[in-house]
C-alpha cells in the first residue's frame, strides 16, 4: 500500500510561481511511474503531468507544457511539481498518483494510488 501527501498548495496572483512536493511511504516509490491530476470544481479530474520509474521520461498535458516541470527524488520518496506563469484556469485541487499500469497512467482510471489533494488557487 502506497500511501501520498501533497504539500505547498496556496493562493498566489497570475503570473506567479509555486512547486507542490508529494511525500510518498509505504511501498517501491522509485518501482511507479508517478504523476499528477487535478480537478477544478465542477469539472471532471484530468492529467497534468507524469515522470516515469525506468528512465524519468516525463510526460505533460498541452495546457501546461512549457510552464510546469515534473521532477523526482526516488532517494527521498518525494516527487515535485513546478508551476511557473499561473493562470487563473489553472485553479483546481492537484492530487498525486501513483500507477504501474504507465499506457493507462494519463486517465484517473490508470491510477493505482492517490494522495488527498492540495489546493491551488491563482487569482486574476
Known amino acids: 500500500q502506497v500511501h501520498l501527501v501533497e504539500s505547498g498548495g496556496g493562493l498566489v496572483q497570475a503570473g506567479d510561481s509555486l512547486r507542490l512536493s508529494c511525500a510518498g511511504s509505504?511501498?517501491?516509490?522509485?518501482?511507479?511511474?508517478m504523476g499528477w491530476f487535478r480537478q477544478a470544481s465542477g469539472k471532471e479530474r484530468e492529467f497534468v503531468a507524469s515522470?516515469?520509474?525506468?528512465?524519468?521520461?516525463?510526460y505533460y498535458s498541452d495546457s501546461v507544457k512549457g510552464r510546469f516541470t515534473i521532477s523526482r527524488d526516488n532517494a527521498k520518496n518525494t516527487m515535485f511539481l513546478r508551476m511557473n506563469n499561473l493562470k487563473p484556469e489553472d485553479t483546481a485541487v492537484y492530487y498525486c498518483?501513483?500507477?504501474?499500469?504507465?499506457?493507462?497512467?494519463?486517465?484517473?482510471?490508470?491510477?493505482?494510488?492517490w494522495g488527498k489533494g492540495a489546493l491551488v488557487t491563482v487569482s486574476s
Open positions: 509505504g511501498g517501491v516509490f522509485s518501482a511507479y511511474d
Open positions: 515522470i516515469d520509474w525506468r528512465d524519468n521520461s516525463t
Open positions: 498518483a501513483a500507477s504501474k499500469r504507465p499506457m493507462l497512467f494519463t486517465r484517473p482510471d490508470g491510477v493505482d494510488y
